[in-house]
């Protein structure tokens, strides 16, 4: 007979059902093993008792790639409900995209063999879905009637009003949109207020879960009503000390001391801040529409590209609309989707140094049907940044489809820090294509096309 420390099948679980649903109860990041998710750790079991066994609001701050969400969310559900057949609860993270995500995971986990045994062992009888729409489940074990089903999912972008719930966990409804944009901190902030105050019954308490990102982001707000615990990667590593190690080198120090030591740094040194969003790309500018790629070939460094183009009627100052993205590894397992892009976004020409590979990559893209211009990096990488990016900082509107983690870069430059591909792009891309601040450090600019 498997021991309670050795529950990992269906057949371990129909041993005996009274020993399993303790398990269960008292155990239930093993309830996640059967799932699948056998990372899980009798830390996490200590997070779902904490998150959900509460009336009291409370938050969790845990380190990125913790498996928070898997046990808190979705293994934190299923087990909830098995104990709680009737409550209403209610998942949200910051859009119901990704919500969405975890309400499938949670359905497709109560339809395998192992979760129903579970549940036949806790209610006599096999789970059965009564309602399944993107968002919203209902079961046959709800024995209440009301509009809210056993398990809904909203994104905080959506209306919140008007529906009631028993239980409510937040995820990562604090992301680095808040960091970026002074607009999503507000907006957070009225959310995080609606879903303490008018979502959740009286006398319950909602659960609060993710990672710092600014000094006055929603976290300000959640402490000062919910008492917060902390899990930084410094006393809790159990990813493996390579795992952090390359973390360190691909992650930018600010976002590195928030996301995994969850300290915010003082960011007074940044050249980079608050940048301004537009409501989306102008896919009408079909002309002067300028791109450039920053290639990475080995080591931890990105691919970057930066796509860029002048828009009219804003004033005296010249105005652009930019969006960038970021890929990880090399830049020849990335031509296919640097070419879509820049079919998607019409550009004129895609701009590359030719310093590290002589203009292999260019000739290689070229031959895939993008217009390139290569040229010789001349100039130094952090006066350039600092010069020509810095000089239109305020005259750029980024597209709000721009990669966090461009972005990140490009907010977290300083003077020698690493991943820099982003506002290394960046700064190419007007120095080259738009001559901002262009002193002739860039040699040879030239066409290759086939």
Same mark, same amino acid.
């Given at each position: 007979?498997?021991?309670?420390?050795?529950?990992?099948?269906?057949?371990?679980?129909?041993?005996?059902?009274?020993?399993?649903?303790?398990?269960?109860?008292?155990?239930?990041?093993?309830?996640?093993?059967?799932?699948?998710?056998?990372?899980? =750790?009798?830390?996490?079991? !200590?997070?779902?008792?904490?998150?959900?066994?509460?009336?009291? @609001?409370?938050?969790?701050?845990?380190?990125?790639?913790?498996?928070?969400?898997?046990?808190?969310?979705?293994?934190?559900?299923? &087990?909830?409900?098995?104990?709680?057949?009737?409550?209403?609860?209610?998942?949200?993270?910051?859009?119901?995209?990704?919500?969405?995500?975890?309400?499938?995971?949670?359905?497709?986990?109560?339809?395998?063999?192992?979760?129903?045994?579970?549940?036949?062992?806790?209610?006599?009888?096999?789970?059965?879905?009564?309602?399944?729409?993107?968002?919203?489940?209902?079961?046959?074990?709800?024995?209440?009637?009301?509009?809210?089903?056993?398990?809904?999912?909203?994104?905080?972008?959506?209306?919140?009003?008007?529906?009631?719930?028993?239980?409510?966990?937040?995820?990562?409804?604090?992301?680095?949109?808040?960091?970026?944009? !002074?607009?999503?901190?507000?907006?957070?902030?009225?959310?995080?207020?609606?879903?303490?105050?008018?979502?959740? @019954?009286?006398?319950?308490?909602?659960?609060?879960?993710?990672?710092?990102?600014?000094?006055?982001?929603?976290?300000?707000?959640? !402490?000062?009503? $919910?008492?917060? $615990?902390?899990?930084?990667?410094?006393?809790?590593?159990?990813?493996?000390?390579?795992?952090?190690?390359?973390?360190?080198? *691909? *992650?930018?120090?600010?976002?590195?001391?928030?996301?995994?030591?969850?300290?915010?740094?003082?960011?007074?040194?940044?050249?980079?801040?608050?940048?301004?969003?537009?409501?989306?790309?102008?896919?009408?500018? !079909?002309?002067?529409?300028?791109?450039?790629?920053?290639?990475?070939?080995?080591?931890?460094?990105?691919?970057?590209?930066?796509? $860029?183009?002048?828009?009219?009627?804003?004033?005296?100052?010249?105005?652009?609309?930019?969006?960038?993205?970021?890929?990880?590894?090399?830049?020849?397992?990335?031509?296919?989707?640097?070419?879509?892009?820049?079919?998607?976004?019409?550009?004129?020409? =895609?701009?590359?140094?030719?310093?590290?590979?002589?203009?292999?990559?260019?000739?290689?893209?070229?031959?895939?049907?993008?217009?390139?211009?290569?040229?010789?990096?001349?100039?130094?990488?952090?006066?350039?940044?600092?010069?020509?990016?810095?000089?239109?900082?305020?005259?750029?509107?980024?597209?709000?489809?721009?990669?966090?983690?461009?972005?990140?870069?490009?907010?977290?430059?300083?003077?020698?820090?690493?991943?820099?591909?982003?506002?290394?792009?960046?700064?190419?891309?007007? &120095?080259?294509?738009?001559?901002?601040?262009?002193?002739?450090?860039?040699?040879?600019?030239?066409?290759?096309?086939?």
């Amino acid at each position: 007979m498997a021991s309670q420390y050795e529950v990992r099948t269906a057949s371990d679980w129909a041993l005996k059902s009274e020993e399993n649903i303790k398990i269960a109860a008292l155990q239930p990041h093993k309830v996640g093993w059967l799932l699948g998710y056998d990372k899980l =750790l009798p830390i996490h079991s !200590r997070w779902i008792h904490y998150i959900w066994e509460s009336d009291e @609001n409370r938050a969790l701050q845990a380190f990125r790639g913790s498996y928070k969400t898997t046990a808190i969310m979705t293994v934190g559900a299923i &087990r909830w409900m098995m104990f709680h057949p009737d409550e209403r609860i209610l998942l949200t993270r910051k859009s119901f995209k990704a919500t969405a995500e975890v309400i499938r995971s949670i359905s497709q986990a109560m339809e395998t063999t192992e979760i129903a045994e579970l549940f036949k062992q806790a209610h006599g009888r096999y789970p059965k879905t009564k309602i399944n729409r993107e968002g919203n489940l209902t079961f046959n074990f709800k024995s209440t009637i009301s509009p809210e089903g056993n398990i809904t999912g909203l994104g905080i972008n959506q209306d919140l009003t008007g529906h009631h719930y028993d239980k409510i966990i937040n995820d990562d409804i604090i992301t680095i949109r808040d960091r970026v944009s !002074r607009a999503e901190r507000e907006h957070t902030d009225e959310a995080i207020m609606e879903l303490a105050t008018n979502i959740i @019954n009286p006398g319950k308490g909602a659960g609060w879960i993710g990672t710092p990102w600014h000094r006055k982001d929603g976290w300000r707000r959640i !402490r000062s009503f $919910a008492r917060i $615990a902390q899990f930084s990667i410094d006393k809790y590593n159990f990813l493996g000390e390579e795992v952090i190690e390359k973390k360190k080198r *691909t *992650t930018t120090p600010y976002l590195f001391a928030a996301n995994y030591r969850l300290k915010l740094e003082k960011d007074e040194s940044l050249l980079f801040s608050d940048p301004v969003y537009s409501k989306g790309w102008d896919f009408n500018i !079909r002309t002067n529409v300028m791109a450039h790629v920053d290639a990475a070939y080995d080591g931890d460094c990105y691919c970057a590209l930066t796509i $860029a183009a002048p828009v009219s009627g804003y004033g005296d100052d010249r105005v652009y609309q930019a969006i960038g993205f970021c890929y990880e590894g090399h830049i020849s397992d990335w031509y296919d989707e640097i070419v879509k892009i820049c079919r998607k976004y019409n550009v004129t020409y =895609l701009y590359e140094e030719t310093n590290a590979d002589n203009g292999m990559s260019a000739r290689d893209l070229a031959a895939k049907g993008l217009r390139m211009k290569t040229y010789s990096e001349g100039q130094n990488k952090h006066l350039k940044i600092s010069t020509c990016l810095y000089k239109v900082w305020r005259n750029i509107l980024w597209a709000p489809e721009t990669d966090d983690e461009y972005m990140a870069q490009v907010l977290d430059y300083r003077e020698g820090s690493k991943p820099n591909d982003a506002p290394d792009s960046a700064a190419s891309i007007f &120095r080259e294509a738009f001559g901002v601040n262009n002193s002739g450090s860039s040699v040879g600019t030239a066409d290759i096309a086939y």
